[in-house]
Antibody, heavy 124, light 110 residues
């Protein structure tokens, strides 16, 4: 059974870089066509897609966050990472990692497996 | 880009059927058959309930069904149960970005 687990600091100072890692177990992160994404949810608010990447295809980022976001992968450790630079209080949220199965259009599928989420607070 | 439009809340009594709408444009919901629906209980991760407009993942009750007409997708829950009380989100592929979510709908079982 595929499992995803987020990890990283729960507190980040304003203007610094938020860094999170998602460890994937029970499946291969390099499987062709699969996308691995990050989604966040500010306290009491809705879901916001951050970006998705595929080992075999290109990466895609939310237009509103693209200038501050990087998603990278370490296949040797079966994990992928998220970096958000120049954070503000508006970046305070629960961050989820999740998987998208292959589709004809890149990153078009729904997210079928999710991590439990990790709360990141931006505060000095 | 703008989130898809969902009603803030819907409610129904046990045993009834309810429908949650998700309205977009020809550039997202209306243009592609890649609409998904998620259920989220408080403090929990979202759970995929419907994908590709009408398909149900293994293990999801057949009381949940999805459909689409024009630029509006819908999630219908029949035989409403107390455990269905949760937040529901739609998402769609878009011409400018692979994923956009709706604002979410709170379902209350009376």
């Amino acid at each position: 059974q595929l499992q995803l687990q987020e990890s990283g600091p729960g507190l980040v100072k304003p203007s610094e870089t938020l860094s999170l890692t998602c460890i994937v177990s029970g499946g291969s992160i390099s499987s062709s066509g699969y996308y691995w994404g990050w989604i966040r949810q500010p306290p009491g608010k809705g879901l916001e897609w951050i970006g998705s990447f595929s080992y075999s295809d290109s990466s895609h980022y939310s237009p509103s966050l693209k200038s501050r976001v990087t998603i990278s992968v370490d296949t040797s450790k079966s994990q992928f990472s998220l970096k958000v630079s120049s954070v503000t209080a508006a970046d305070t949220a629960v961050y989820y990692c999740a998987r998208q199965p292959p589709r004809k259009l890149q990153a078009a599928a729904g997210f079928d497996y999710w991590g439990q989420g990790t709360l990141v607070t931006v505060s000095s | 880009q703008s989130a898809l439009t969902q009603p803030a809340s819907v409610s129904g009594s046990p045993g009834q059927s309810i429908t949650i709408s998700c309205t977009g444009t020809r550039s997202d919901v209306g243009g592609y058959n890649y609409v998904s629906w998620y259920q989220q209980h408080p403090g929990k991760a979202p759970k995929l309930m419907i994908y590709d407009v009408t398909s149900r993942p293994s293990g999801v009750s057949n009381r949940f069904s999805g459909s689409k007409s024009g630029n509006t997708a819908s999630l219908t829950i029949s035989g409403l149960q107390a455990e269905d009380e949760a937040d529901y989100y739609c998402s769609s592929y878009t011409s400018s970005s692979p994923v956009v979510f709706g604002g979410g709908t709170k379902l209350t079982v009376l």
